[in-house]
């Protein structure tokens, strides 16, 4: 299959593009398309035949369920059922925005899109390219992030491609996504609202929006035992193809610590990779460095995180040692998909 991809920019939400692609989401095809936090692969997400295509297309595992995108919140009783009055102060103050809810499911929305669960999560994009296109093709469009499962997720329409190239019919480049992590999840079929994926949107922002709220114990720790509610969480996931190793503690002891790591891989014959920030470049010797940015922009640090990752990928590196990005904020978001990346090999200095 031949791989268009058409540039759009975000102005171009009625446009000629934006119709041929519903035509494609409308006829039970695949289309990659930006949001605000990364790409996405869509499809009807009301069509059984549509949401398998994008298993087949990125290898996921059939368990695995979609989030469903919807342009209105009127449009949500179309797809969940019982909904609390949560859901509404959430999408009141977050909505469209980096924010996925977990609700019971409607009819209308076939198992192959909920992995075979009763509940379906659902989310309203705040990026113009993504709510026009679901606007134009005139149903709900489930998407996951437009990578082969189990890479990093797609920042920039060029991983898209690198990834799934062949396998879909169109992929529209809207340029960098403005966040760079997937979205928050919350859960709202539990007693408290819980958290199974964090994201831009913090436990506190959610407390004070509803009052309480948890984090799902899954998904902080290594310990196998205690498995993460969203099936998404429990994968080795965003990983780049080289062994990933987090360096821990007090700056001048990671240098330390990271520069005796290189030479030991080297003398190995190993080629290494070094993850660190603006500040520490040149601060290591003989390896790859790649800089996420400076230490204090947190969010740019969020938005480079997956290209930086991929970056590595092409400089063929054996294993990458980074710095850890642990601030209290989206910092936590890297952190949880850092640890992931590396599958919690985590050294503390
Ligand atoms: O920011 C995002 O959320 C992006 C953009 C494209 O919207 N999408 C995204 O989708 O990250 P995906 O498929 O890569 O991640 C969806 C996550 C998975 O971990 C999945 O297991 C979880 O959401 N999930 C989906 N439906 C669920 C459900 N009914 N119950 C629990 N977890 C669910
Ligand atoms: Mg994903």
Same mark, same amino acid.
Request: glycine letters at 10%; aromatic letters at 6%.
């Given at each position: 299959?031949?791989?268009? @991809?058409?540039?759009?920019?975000? #102005?171009? =939400?009625?446009?000629?593009?934006?119709?041929?692609?519903?035509?494609? @989401?409308?006829? %039970?095809?695949?289309?990659?398309?930006?949001?605000?936090?990364?790409?996405?692969?869509?499809?009807? &997400?009301?069509?059984?035949? &549509?949401?398998?295509?994008?298993? =087949?297309?990125?290898?996921?595992? +059939?368990?695995?369920?979609?989030?469903?995108?919807?342009?209105?919140?009127?449009?949500?009783?179309?797809?969940?059922?019982?909904?609390?009055?949560? &859901?509404?102060?959430?999408?009141?103050?977050?909505?469209?925005?980096?924010?996925?809810?977990?609700?019971?499911?409607?009819?209308?929305?076939?198992?192959?899109?909920?992995? %075979?669960?009763?509940?379906?999560?659902?989310?309203?994009? =705040?990026?113009?390219? =993504?709510? /026009?296109?679901?606007?134009?093709? /005139?149903?709900?469009?489930?998407?996951?992030?437009?990578?082969?499962? /189990?890479?990093?997720?797609?920042?920039?329409?060029?991983?898209?491609?690198?990834?799934?190239?062949?396998?879909?019919? $169109?992929?529209?480049?809207?340029?960098?996504?403005?966040?760079?992590?997937?979205?928050?999840?919350?859960?709202?079929?539990?007693?408290?609202?819980?958290? $199974?994926?964090?994201?831009?949107?913090?436990?506190?922002?959610?407390?004070?929006?509803?009052?309480?709220?948890?984090?799902?114990?899954?998904?902080?720790?290594?310990?196998?035992?205690?498995?993460?509610?969203?099936?998404?969480?429990?994968?080795?996931?965003? &990983?780049?193809?080289?062994?990933?190793?987090?360096?821990?503690?007090?700056? +001048?002891?990671? @240098?330390?610590?990271?520069?005796?790591?290189?030479?030991? #891989?080297?003398?190995?014959?190993? #080629?290494?990779?070094?993850?660190?920030?603006?500040?520490?470049? %040149?601060?290591?010797? /003989?390896?790859?460095?790649?800089?996420?940015?400076?230490?204090?922009? !947190? !969010?740019?640090?969020?938005?480079?995180?997956?290209?930086?990752?991929?970056?590595?990928?092409?400089?063929?590196?054996? @294993?990458?040692?980074? !710095?850890?990005?642990?601030?209290?904020?989206?910092?936590?978001?890297?952190?949880?998909? $850092?640890?992931?990346?590396?599958?919690?090999?985590?050294?503390?200095?």
């Amino acid at each position: 299959m031949e791989t268009k @991809i058409y540039q759009i920019t975000s #102005q171009a =939400a009625g446009s000629d593009i934006i119709k041929q692609a519903a035509s494609v @989401i409308r006829s %039970g095809g695949l289309v990659a398309f930006p949001t605000e936090t990364v790409y996405g692969l869509g499809a009807d &997400a009301t069509n059984p035949k &549509a949401a398998g295509k994008i298993y =087949a297309a990125k290898g996921r595992p +059939s368990d695995n369920p979609l989030i469903a995108h919807i342009c209105s919140y009127g449009d949500l009783s179309d797809i969940a059922a019982d909904i609390p009055p949560e &859901a509404k102060m959430l999408a009141d103050m977050f909505w469209p925005g980096p924010l996925t809810i977990i609700l019971k499911k409607q009819s209308s929305i076939p198992y192959e899109t909920t992995g %075979g669960l009763d509940t379906i999560a659902v989310r309203m994009p =705040a990026h113009p390219v =993504a709510l /026009g296109l679901i606007r134009a093709s /005139g149903c709900p469009i489930a998407a996951p992030s437009a990578n082969t499962s /189990g890479r990093p997720s797609p920042t920039l329409a060029s991983h898209v491609a690198e990834d799934l190239d062949g396998k879909i019919p $169109l992929i529209l480049d809207g340029g960098e996504v403005g966040i760079g992590i997937e979205s928050t999840i919350v859960d709202l079929t539990e007693n408290v609202p819980t958290i $199974l994926r964090p994201g831009y949107i913090t436990e506190a922002m959610i407390k004070e929006a509803v009052g309480q709220a948890r984090t799902d114990p899954g998904i902080l720790c290594a310990d196998a035992a205690i498995r993460p509610k969203a099936p998404g969480m429990k994968y080795r996931h965003y &990983a780049p193809k080289a062994e990933l190793v987090i360096v821990d503690g007090e700056a +001048s002891a990671v @240098i330390q610590k990271i520069n005796t790591l290189v030479k030991q #891989q080297q003398s190995q014959g190993r #080629q290494v990779g070094v993850l660190g920030t603006d500040e520490t470049r %040149g601060a290591y010797q /003989g390896a790859v460095f790649r800089s996420i940015g400076p230490r204090k922009d !947190e !969010e740019g640090i969020a938005r480079h995180l997956y290209r930086v990752l991929r970056e590595f990928d092409a400089d063929h590196v054996d @294993i990458i040692y980074s !710095e850890s990005f642990f601030t209290p904020g989206i910092g936590q978001a890297v952190k949880n998909r $850092l640890l992931k990346a590396a599958a919690h090999q985590v050294l503390r200095v």
